[in-house]
């Protein structure tokens, strides 16, 4: 996983980097949001759902 100082998920390679990016996800869920809190939910949410199809799935 890639991240800059504001802890960004901007890709998810393992494991490991999706249960943090869950980690993540559930964290800023549980706060007061910012635009910026916002922006990055939906990154997560978009790297975990690709992650989930390339990994998760039945082909």
């Given at each position: 996983?890639?991240?800059?100082?504001?802890?960004?998920?901007?890709?998810?390679?393992?494991?490991?980097?999706?249960?943090d990016?869950?980690?993540?996800?559930?964290?800023?869920?549980?706060?007061?949001?910012?635009?910026?809190?916002?922006?990055?939910?939906?990154?997560?949410?978009?790297?975990?759902?690709?992650?989930?199809?390339?990994?998760?799935?039945?082909?």
């Open positions: 996983m890639h991240t800059d100082d504001m802890q960004r998920i901007l890709e998810i390679h393992t494991e490991d980097d999706y249960r990016a869950l980690l993540r996800f559930i964290s800023l869920c549980e706060t007061q949001k910012t635009d910026d809190d916002l922006k990055e939910l939906l990154v997560i949410t978009r790297q975990m759902e690709k992650y989930e199809r390339e990994n998760c799935g039945s082909n």
